[in-house]
Every structure is written in C-alpha cells, then in structure tokens.
C-alpha cells in the first residue's frame, strides 16, 4: 500500500527540542518531493516547506524560515521536522505530503500522512 | 507569495443541492497549477483536483473544476452527505505555493 505514516502525537515544554518523522511506503520514496503543512487549532492549512530525498534540497516559507529544519534520510525513507526551541505557538498539527501528480517541486499533493499532533504548554 | 482568497467563508447546503466554491489569486496562477482539497473534520487533506480540472484519482464526476489566471471554482453538481466539511485551494505555481482561508460546506 503506497501510504506516508507519521510519528505519534507529542506533548512538550517551551523551549524544548522536537523532531517529527514521516516515513513513505509502498512507492519510491525519493523520487517525490515531500511537503509539510501545519494547521493550527481551529485554523486552515499553511505551507511551511519541502525538500527533496534525492539530494536534500529544501525550500522554506518565509514564515518558517529559521523556526524549523526539514531534513531526510532515504535511506530509511523518511522526512523529518525539527525544532530546536518550541513555543507555545508551534501547537497545531503538523502534516507531510508528497508531490505525486509530476513528482515536480511545482506540484499538486497527492498523498498525505495521518498527522502528528504537537501540543506546547508548560 | 501569492494570496488566495476563497468565498464563501462558509456554505449552508442540503444533500442534492449544487455548492460552488471560488477561489481568486492575487496574481496570476503559472500554468493554472490550482489543486482543491477537501478536509473533513479529524482527518488528513485530500486531493480533489489538480491544474484547476483534472480530477485526482478515484474522484467523483460530480467534482468539477474550472478557471484560470486569477479566478478559479470548484463545483459539486449534487451534494452527498459525505461531501460535507472544508474545501482549499492551493496554488502550487509559484516557488513558494500557498492555500486559501478554506470554504466550509456544511448541511443546511
């Protein structure tokens, strides 16, 4: 089954370290871009950057820009969404998706993972 | 980045009743690369419609869509009770790709 399954939900404190996976199956993995996508309680959905597996290339939405780092490791098929100090503003869930309709960076997301919930609160 | 804004905010529908959802860009959409997505609640996206027309796979015909440049709509001929929660659109054209606010269809 082609499917993208993402790490499980995660409850943390301001300030602390965090780092998401999402692992693709079922298809090759670093052939397709892999996008992420936060949406906050209650609130749409926001483009926050991709990269693709092939050579780690990313791109980041201005608004994410040095909050997050987005990494992969083909090797074992999977993204990843990493914060260095958490806030209070970064509860939301957080989404992969893969860019399957070209496989291109300019591309529609056909597949997504299940979500990974990240509450911050002290 | 491009701004899209989708109207309405919200939409009072019953089933067999036809929804039409808009969505206008802020500049020009490259090659109509607009996809629609609908979300319902508790669950992940999912892909609609892709290059403002074509249905992503396993999609209903009575999904349709249609516009380009700026001005983009998704149609749902007869609404079904399972086609109810938010609709967005995206805008994948420009290197930074973006979402509307997101229309909500809920049963009248």
């Known amino acids: 089954e082609v499917q993208l399954v993402q790490s499980g939900a995660e409850v943390k404190k301001p300030g602390e370290s965090l780092t998401i996976s999402c692992t693709g199956s079922?298809?090759?993995?670093?052939?397709?871009?892999i996008t992420w996508v936060r949406q906050m309680p209650g609130k749409g959905l926001e483009w926050m950057g991709r990269i693709y597996p092939v050579d780690s290339y990313t791109n980041y939405s201005p608004s994410s820009q040095g909050l997050v780092t987005i990494s992969s490791d083909k090797s074992v098929n999977t993204a990843y969404l990493h914060w260095n100090s958490l806030q209070a503003s970064d509860t939301a869930v957080y989404y992969c998706?893969?860019?399957?309709?070209?496989?291109?960076?300019?591309?529609?997301?056909?597949?997504w993972g299940q979500g990974t919930s990240v509450t911050v609160s002290s | 980045e491009i701004v899209l804004t989708q109207s309405p905010g919200t939409l009072s529908l019953s089933p067999g009743e036809r929804a039409t959802l808009s969505c206008r860009a802020s500049?020009?959409?490259?090659?109509?690369?607009l996809a629609w997505y609908q979300q319902r609640p508790g669950q992940a996206p999912r892909l609609l419609m892709y290059?403002?027309?074509t249905r992503a796979i396993g999609v209903p015909d009575r999904f349709s869509g249609s516009g380009s440049g700026t001005a983009f709509t998704l149609t749902i001929s007869r609404l079904e009770p399972e086609d109810f929660g938010v609709y967005y659109c995206q805008q994948y054209g420009d290197s930074l790709c973006s979402f509307g606010q997101g229309t909500k269809v809920e049963i009248k």
């Open positions: 079922g298809y090759v993995f670093s052939s397709y871009w």
């Open positions: 290059g403002a027309s």
């Open positions: 998706a893969r860019h399957g309709v070209r496989g291109n960076q300019n591309d529609a997301f056909d597949l």
């Open positions: 500049q020009s959409v490259r090659n109509n690369y």
